[in-house]
């Protein structure tokens, strides 16, 4: 499927529409760190006919322009992605975030309830359960990461995500395709600028609004995620009402690559409430 650019504010966002422009609302698929739009590849063929799908690349990923002096924040991504929504005549839709792309969702979700009919959040950023260890260590070192060679920041990156697929094999595709967006000098200060974005400060300030989501709402979480344990789902159920959560066992963090069909079920199944 080719894509097509679209201007939202003075930057460039990447985007493929795919399924048919029948009666169903529109679903849109918002991946996190450090994916893009080629997380959903599997998803999307699974899905119910009659929707359109929107499937898009956040600033500074994918092929979407790299970030500027930009705001990388989980509620600066969300006013890109509404901006994207309002230049492509979706009215309102189900959104499918995944990790920082589930922290989006609830963003939008709460911001501007009228704009999101269902919600789906995978594996997602919540509350203050983020940045992961991990990533608050690279945020540490993000001095020695400007410094260090690309190629180093960009096996650091793949070595450390690896544990979040359930498939290995799979994972080491995967994370290939996604470092490219971070290769080269200019990747690797897009690398940390989005290091240095990662704050628990939006997510903890919508918490307390999550109980006013009235779409109804579908939590997918992969059992053997080594980032977000399955507790930071279950917060999620208790917290929006009406929610249900599934958890799979047999996926990790990259639960869309992992299980795609699972997640294609829950998401039909969410658009039949």
Do not use: K
């Not at 690896?162 to 995967?174: D, I, K, L, P, T």
Request: proline residues 7%; contains cysteine; charged residues 20%.
């Amino acid at each position: 499927m080719r894509g097509e650019f679209v201007d939202v504010g003075g930057v460039r966002l990447y985007y493929y529409a795919a399924g048919t422009r029948g009666a169903g609302e529109p679903v849109v698929l918002i991946h996190g760190f450090p994916a893009s739009g080629h997380l959903w590849n599997d998803v999307v063929p699974l899905l119910p006919p009659g929707h359109r799908i929107v499937v898009l690349d956040l600033l500074g990923y994918g092929r979407s322009d790299p970030p500027a002096a930009d705001d990388l924040s989980v509620h600066g991504h969300a006013d890109r992605v509404l901006a994207l929504l309002d230049a492509l005549g979706i009215r309102d839709a189900l959104l499918v975030g995944h990790g920082l792309g589930g922290g989006i969702a609830q963003s939008l979700a709460v911001r501007f309830p009228a704009r999101v009919s269902r919600l789906c959040l995978v594996n997602s950023v919540a509350f203050d359960a983020w940045p992961t260890r991990t990533a608050r260590m690279w945020r540490r070192l993000h001095a020695l990461i400007s410094l260090a060679p690309p190629s180093w920041a960009q096996s650091v990156l793949r070595t450390t995500l690896q544990r979040g697929y359930a498939h290995a094999e799979r994972g080491v595709h995967s994370l290939e395709h996604y470092a490219r967006a971070f290769a080269g000098p200019d990747g690797r200060a897009t690398l940390v600028r989005h290091l240095r974005a990662m704050d628990a400060e939006q997510t903890m300030a919508l918490a307390p609004r999550l109980g006013s989501i009235a779409a109804p709402t579908a939590v997918v979480w992969g059992r053997g995620d080594p980032f977000f344990p399955v507790a930071v789902g279950e917060r999620l159920r208790d917290a929006i009402p009406g929610a249900t959560l599934d958890v799979l066992a047999s996926a990790g963090h990259f639960l869309p690559e992992d299980t795609p069909a699972a997640l294609g079920a829950v998401i039909s199944g969410l658009l039949a409430r």
